[in-house]
């Protein structure tokens, strides 16, 4: 059976004043089936034009995306109206995601009308009440009638998943959906997803700036960590944030906040990077894109050419990292 | 509005504090509605430590923030409290200073660096302007003393001064924008400053950095440094003591070590369960039920309780006080003792509010 989801040496490129934009570049991964897949890295690495391609928001300029072993850029009529109810997407700010003069009730009961999901308005209102139980919106009488603005960020980030539920998605690609809300709401967030992953099937591509964010939602899927564009490791999640190899990602995760005072005060300081500075994406350095911040970096072979994704010899799992340096060792 | 007197009188303040807030409640009056920003907050802070003041969206910070140097907007009103400054200049009542003299205040004793790094800046002005620009307002206007020491600070916050200072804001990254404004921010060596949320849009390897320099700062300069912050791992990384605030109060306040060994609010217990971090391995996040209170419907009693697995009626009647539990450690909860026992992620599970 093909996976649900899979890129093809994606690339999408935009014009612009100083030449061609390649925003991202050869990017290629698989979501099977109710699997999560976490897309991390630094802004401007690509990670949210993944997640348009992947939704079918943007074409990709060179590359194929199949959904279900289909290419979604034929989808038309019928077919694409199907695939964007099976596809749903869940924006960063809940705040202008959700329209401010419809009540949680109008939001959620639109979509179920307009795909003829309820026969009538007694189910139509039993389906609306059943969704906000979902997202653990109790009793969901108290929140029907209500505007958004009635709502703090965390209830209407519940209400902007509910709506994507009203369509039974079989894939959801959540961008940066839980790092608007504070802290203490994040982990029951987080936790409500992954029980929507569990108990639905519902699959994911969870996009994100955060490392621990990504590791804690995909511990039982995979991690692409993503920088200026290409993907630079690659698998199991548990392997790619223990184990890291890449370099880079080796500093994201050094990077990690730890929450004991002692570590960290104590923490190694090795894997420091150049510059803290993410270069320009109007000016991707030549080679490994991460060469000019990389504390591994040989001149002559880094800064010429362009790392491939390749396996990491000892491991048996999908592990793969782009960096010859690495491998070779 | 009731305002309880319970705090300790500002005429308490030990010498040897550099700040000392006492009783500081701020409202903001919208149309007829009044929001309870800040209630009775006291607190010191000691010369040369670094105080985080940790809290979710409305839980006051940055109005406390905006406060120490009297920045708020014109909607808020200080309706009790004082904030002594105890510094090389002798000791100020800061609520009793003229707009001029807040105006010497700010900057020479108390720089203030704040969040949007972009909006600190005037989009026209090179960062050469800026530090001329600040000189000037404080009667230095000796250009080559103050290009010597732009240079200077520029080096400190490692910053490659020949090319920042030509530069317009729009010019630099984030973190160099950031490392810029601390930079700007000790032109006059203040003996405090102040950091609202000093890491929170920066990319993850741009806040290491940051970290990295406020860290090496203190040590070299003996600075004096409260940050605000919604997270709490900026305080484990960087604070010598934390001030756990929620819903407009100070809910525990210790030393940053005793605070995550044996945190003693249920808040900050389920906040430190919150963190995802490297150890966590798939483990389950604590997530506290509920969301943070309106402040300007705050529940009865104490204003965590309807979020809070210990609490009882008498949490629902009656607010507790922040009262020392061992020296230097405060806590505002009637059942701290048995805080402890709600260590693991299912603790606060099973309430719904």
Redesign the interface.
């Given at each position: 059976m093909s996976p649900l989801v899979e890129f093809r040496s994606v690339e999408r490129t935009y014009p612009s004043r100083q030449g061609p934009l390649h925003v991202i570049r050869d990017v290629s991964f698989t979501i099977e089936r109710g699997g999560i897949l976490a897309v991390v890295g630094e802004s401007g690495c690509g990670k949210t034009t993944t997640g348009k391609i992947a939704a079918g928001l943007v074409d990709p300029s060179r590359g194929t995306v199949l959904f279900d072993g289909e290419n979604i850029s034929g989808f038309k009529g019928p077919e694409l109206s199907r695939f964007r109810r099976r596809v749903q997407l869940i924006h960063q700010d809940p705040y202008s995601s959700l329209n401010p003069v419809r009540t949680v009730y109008q939001t959620l009961a639109a979509p179920l009308k307009r795909f003829r999901l309820v026969k009538n308005r007694t189910e139509l209102l039993h389906k609306v009440r059943e969704l906000l139980l979902t997202v653990d919106l109790t009793p969901p009488d108290d929140y029907l009638y209500k505007y958004p603005h009635q709502l703090s960020g965390g209830q209407r980030q519940r209400v902007a998943v509910a709506r994507a539920l009203t369509v039974n998605p079989d894939f959801i690609i959540a961008d940066e959906s839980v790092s608007m809300v504070d802290v203490s709401i994040r982990s029951s967030l987080l936790n409500m997803l992954l029980r929507l992953n569990q108990e639905l099937g519902v699959a994911f591509l969870f996009i994100t700036h955060d490392l621990s964010v990504a590791r804690y939602f995909s511990w039982r899927g995979k991690t692409a960590v993503m920088y200026l564009g290409r993907i630079v490791e690659y698998g199991p999640t548990p392997e790619v944030t223990r184990l890291s190899a890449h370099p880079y990602s080796r500093a994201l995760v050094a990077s990690l906040p730890v929450s004991d005072p002692r570590v960290a005060r104590l923490r190694a300081q090795d894997d420091e990077v150049g510059s803290p500075d993410v270069p320009s994406i109007q000016n991707i350095p030549p080679g490994c894109a991460f060469h000019p911040r990389c504390p591994l970096y040989m001149a002559g072979s880094c800064d010429r050419d362009v790392p491939e994704l390749m396996g990491m010899r000892e491991s048996e799992s999908l592990h793969q990292v782009a960096c010859p340096v690495v491998l070779t060792r | 509005m009731s305002i309880r007197s319970d705090s300790a009188p500002p005429a308490s303040v030990d010498g040897a504090t550099l700040m000392s807030v006492r009783d500081l409640s701020v409202v903001y009056r919208v149309g007829n509605r009044l929001v309870r920003a800040l209630s009775n907050v006291s607190f010191d802070v000691m010369p040369g430590r670094a105080l985080a003041l940790i809290g979710?969206?409305g839980s006051g910070k940055s109005t406390l923030g905006s406060a120490l140097t009297r920045l708020l907007p014109r909607t808020a009103e200080i309706t009790s409290g004082s904030i002594t400054f105890n510094g090389k200049e002798g000791r100020v009542q800061l609520l009793d200073l003229s707009s001029e003299e807040l105006r010497r205040f700010r900057w020479r004793d108390c720089a203030v660096v704040s969040q949007m790094a972009m909006n600190a800046f005037n989009p026209v002005m090179t960062i050469q302007d800026h530090f001329e620009d600040t000189a000037a307002a404080h009667g230095l206007r000796d250009k080559a003393k103050i290009h010597d020491k732009a240079y200077e600070l520029m080096e400190t916050v490692h910053l490659d001064a020949k090319r920042v200072l030509p530069s317009y804001p729009h010019q630099l990254?984030?973190?160099?924008r950031q490392r810029v404004l601390i930079a700007l921010s000790l032109l006059l060596s203040p003996e405090l400053v102040i950091l609202d949320e000093p890491t929170t849009a920066l990319?993850?390897?741009?806040?290491?950095?940051?970290i990295k320099l406020l860290r090496r700062l203190r040590q070299q300069l003996g600075l004096t440094m409260i940050f605000i912050s919604?997270?709490?791992?900026?305080?484990?990384?960087l604070?010598d003591d934390v001030a756990t605030m929620y819903a407009g109060q100070i809910v525990e306040y210790t030393d940053?070590?005793s605070l995550?060994d044996k945190p003693k609010h249920p808040?900050s217990v389920?906040?430190?369960g919150?963190?995802?971090?490297?150890?966590?391995?798939?483990a389950?996040?604590?997530?506290?039920?509920g969301?943070?209170p309106d402040l300007v419907s705050l529940p009865s009693g104490c204003r965590f309780h309807p979020r809070c697995p210990l609490s009882d009626d008498k949490c629902e009647r009656e607010l507790p006080l922040l009262v020392e539990t061992e020296p230097g450690q405060k806590v505002a909860c009637f059942h701290w003792k048995d805080a402890q026992t709600l260590k693991g992620s299912d603790a606060f599970e099973g309430r719904?509010s």
């Open positions: - | 979710e969206s990254s984030g973190g160099m990319d993850a390897l741009s806040q290491r950095a940051i919604h997270d709490l791992s900026l305080a484990a990384e604070a940053v070590f995550f808040y389920g906040l430190i919150a963190i995802p971090d490297l150890s966590a391995d798939g389950s996040l604590v997530s506290i039920p969301s943070p719904n």
